[in-house]
């Protein structure tokens, strides 16, 4: 396995999209899953997601200010990151991906627009060591959950948690719960390209509740983007200010670390 700049060994990419098996791979679904190519994956999301109308709703909810840090954790292709960049040009703007073929073409965007976006390769729990612990202002993320099992999801709300400085925001569209019977239909696509173990959960709606899981608080789904291939959700939560619970001191106790 090749190494960069000292780091872990990379990750690698599943063969093919997860079968409804082992949740613990420390692989990678590649961004069409069963589809694969990722020459067309751009191509493919503008005409199947109604990408336009969500991403501007991801960016309009992250409202990049100048000095903001903001961190696209499963940047793929780059196109949010640039986005953001552009929103805000005097926002610093990371994009963490595992995979070097889409950061290759986010490379290649961001040059092309002229924006100074810094990409990284690596796998999104590794996203405080990567960006820094309780660096980053805001986290977004567009369309990974639904790639990530259930364990791997719950890793990457952590990472983001502990990447995000407290006050921090999370800002995340994927794939949510599917409320009536068309979108629940046309979602059966997705699973069909991404495989039912991590996409099933997304459908059911337990984003939220994995999110509160990891520590954040004023969890709420802001907007719902019915798709041709199911319905969008745009969800915002919060660190909250002040030190993880896990350190923080229970009244009454002596360390809080003996306590809990
Ligand atoms: C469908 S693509 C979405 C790309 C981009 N965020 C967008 O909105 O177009 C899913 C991306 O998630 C990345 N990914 C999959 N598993 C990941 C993980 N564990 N950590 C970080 N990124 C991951 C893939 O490499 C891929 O680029």
New binding site residues.
């Given amino acids: 396995m090749p190494k960069l700049n000292g780091s872990p060994p990379l ?1 690698r ?1 599943l063969e093919s999209a997860p079968a409804d098996g082992p949740e613990d791979s420390p692989a ?6 069963r589809l694969g190519s990722t020459a067309a ?2 191509a493919v ?1 503008a005409l199947f997601t109604r ?1 336009r109308r969500w ?1 501007a709703a991801l960016v309009a909810l992250a409202a990049p200010s100048p000095g903001d840090v903001l961190v ?9 990151a640039v986005q953001l960049k552009q929103t805000c040009p005097a926002a610093e703007v990371l994009g ?4 070097p073929a ?2 290759a073409i986010a490379r290649r965007k961001s040059a092309r627009e002229g924006v100074d976006v810094t990409w990284h390769e ?6 405080p060591a990567v960006v820094g612990a309780g660096r980053a202002t805001t986290v977004v ?4 959950f ?3 099992t259930t364990p ?1 999801k719950r ?2 709300f952590a ?1 983001a948690f502990a990447a995000l400085r407290p006050g921090g925001t999370l800002v995340v ?1 994927d794939y949510g719960l599917q409320r009536t019977r068309l979108m629940r239909g046309l979602f059966l696509v997705i699973q069909a390209v ?1 495989g039912r173990a991590t996409t099933v959960p997304n459908g059911r709606g337990v984003l939220p509740g994995l999110m509160r899981d990891a520590g954040f608080v004023d969890v709420a789904e802001r907007d719902v983007v019915p798709t041709a291939t199911g319905s969008v959700s745009l969800y915002v939560a919060c660190r909250p200010e002040g030190p993880p619970v896990a350190e923080a001191s229970v009244p009454g106790s002596g360390d809080s670390r003996d306590a809990l």
Avoid: K, W
Wanted: negative net charge; glycine residues 10%; aromatic residues 4%.
């Fill in positions: 990750s990419p990678f679904t590649p961004a069409l899953g994956y751009d999301i990408e991403r696209d954790l499963g940047c793929g292709t780059g196109t949010l963490v991906d595992p995979d889409m950061l690596a796998m999104g729990d590794r996203l993320s567009s369309l990974v639904h790639h990530c791997v890793a990457l990472a569209a991404d």
